[in-house]
């Protein structure tokens, strides 16, 4: 798994994301920023981030992430990764899957 921040010297987030799925095209990348701004969240799992997370994260957060399956595409796993997550009891069903 690669961890890499959406602020970088050089190259930011999106550009070394559209790069590197090129070269390691079955490593799965975890973007992180601490900019909140849901455009860039999408734009990034958009461009193939397997996941995206907001700074400052528990290690607990990244233990979390497993990697796709052989063969299975980011948004596969994310789908996969969801459907196995504790439904939240504040949301209706519809909204919390």
């Given at each position: 798994m690669v961890l890499?921040?959406?602020m970088m010297a050089g190259m930011d987030g999106i550009a070394?994301?559209?790069?590197?799925?090129d070269a390691?095209?079955?490593m799965p990348i975890v973007m992180v920023t601490a900019v909140h701004?849901?455009?860039?969240?999408l734009q990034a799992l958009r461009n193939g981030a397997y996941d995206y997370l907001l700074k400052p994260?528990?290690?607990g957060?990244?233990?979390?992430?497993?990697?796709?399956?052989l063969?299975?595409?980011?948004?596969?796993?994310?789908?996969?990764r969801l459907s196995h997550q504790p439904r939240s009891p504040l949301l209706p069903p519809a909204l919390s899957s």
């Open positions: 890499s921040d959406l070394f994301l559209e790069r590197a799925k390691i095209s079955d701004d849901i455009q860039v969240a994260f528990e290690r957060a990244i233990a979390g992430h497993r990697p796709p399956r063969g299975e595409s980011p948004p596969q796993a994310r789908k996969r």
